[in-house]
C-alpha cells in the first residue's frame, strides 16, 4: 500500500534551519514528481515545492525562494526538503504528496513551528 511519511519537523528559532524528510513505499518512487505542501492555521493547504521523478527539475513558491531547497534520493526513497533563513509565517503543518494514477496521496504531515 502507498505510504508517505514524513519527518524532521520541530521548533525553531526565527533564522534557523530545520531539515524535512519523506520516505515513501508502496509504488515506484523514481517514476514520481514530488511535492512539499504546507498548511498554516485557518488557511489553506500551499504547495511549497515539487521536484521531478529524476530530480533535474525543481519549482518553488516565491516567498521560499533562495531558502527552502528540494531534493531526492531514488535509491533510498526519499524526498527532502531542506529549509533555511526560516521565518515565523514559514510555521506551518508540512505534507509530503504525489499522484499515483491521478489520485492524490498525501502522508499525515510534520508540525513544524517558528518562534522566538
Known amino acids: 500500500q502507498v505510504q508517505l511519511a514524513e519527518s524532521g519537523g520541530g521548533l525553531v528559532q526565527p533564522g534557523g534551519s530545520l531539515s524535512l524528510s519523506c520516505v515513501a513505499s508502496g509504488f515506484t518512487f523514481s517514476s514520481n514528481t514530488m511535492r512539499w505542501y504546507r498548511q498554516a492555521p485557518g488557511k489553506e493547504r500551499e504547495l511549497v515545492a515539487s521536484?521531478?521523478?529524476?530530480?533535474?527539475?525543481?519549482h518553488y513558491e516565491d516567498s521560499v525562494k533562495g531558502r527552502f531547497t528540494i531534493s531526492r534520493d531514488n535509491a533510498k526513497k526519499t524526498v527532502y526538503l531542506q529549509m533555511n533563513s526560516l521565518k515565523p509565517e514559514d510555521t506551518a503543518v508540512y505534507f509530503c504528496?504525489?499522484?499515483?494514477?491521478?489520485?492524490?496521496?498525501w502522508g499525515q504531515g510534520t508540525q513544524v513551528t517558528v518562534s522566538s
Open positions: 504528496y504525489t499522484a499515483i494514477l491521478g489520485i492524490p496521496r
Open positions: 521536484i521531478t521523478s529524476t530530480g533535474g527539475v525543481t
